[in-house]
């Protein structure tokens, strides 16, 4: 399975690209269109289950997932690559993470892990709950 959507950020002028069941990084660049002389990535980045481009021509960015959402550490992958896209975000619009910005940055977070999930579970017909086991 292979799927892709996309969203804006509300609190910066920002899309958010993500992508599930991606081959190749040449088949995200060709699919996005993406200049490569104005994004960072290593040769290894190649080999990586998931990965994070940020454009800095445009402002957007592009979470790229190998699978699709499995299990748990399917999701921690999924925050981890969001800690590096808030990253960027702050580093491209001059802002800095201090005391001051920790709570745009939590929020940012909050909002970007509850649209991919909701997306996840639309695309993949799931639905992710939390239980206490019996």
């Known amino acids: 399975m292979k799927y892709s959507f996309k ?6 002028p920002t899309t958010v690209h993500v992508m ?9 660049i060709d699919k996005y269109e993406l200049n490569a002389e104005y994004f960072e990535f290593e040769p290894d980045d190649e080999d990586c289950l998931a990965l994070t481009l940020f454009s800095y021509n445009k402002g957007n960015c592009y979470l790229l997932f190998k699978d699709i959402v499995t299990n748990i550490d399917d999701m921690v992958s999924i ?15 001059d802002t800095p993470l201090n ?7 939590a ?3 909050g909002y970007i892990f509850s649209t ?3 997306e996840v579970e ?3 017909g799931i639905k992710i709950v ?5």
């Open 116 to 118: 991919i999930m909701k």
């Open 122 to 124: 639309k695309k993949q």
């Open 20 to 28: 599930f069941g991606y081959d190749t990084l040449d088949e995200v």
């Open 99 to 105: 005391e001051d910005t920790t709570e745009v940055y």
């Open 107 to 109: 929020y940012t977070a």
């Open 79 to 93: 925050v981890h690559e969001i800690t590096h896209v808030i990253g960027n975000i702050f580093k491209y619009y």
């Open 130 to 134: 939390c239980q206490k086991k019996k």
């Open 7 to 12: 969203f804006d950020l509300g609190c910066f």
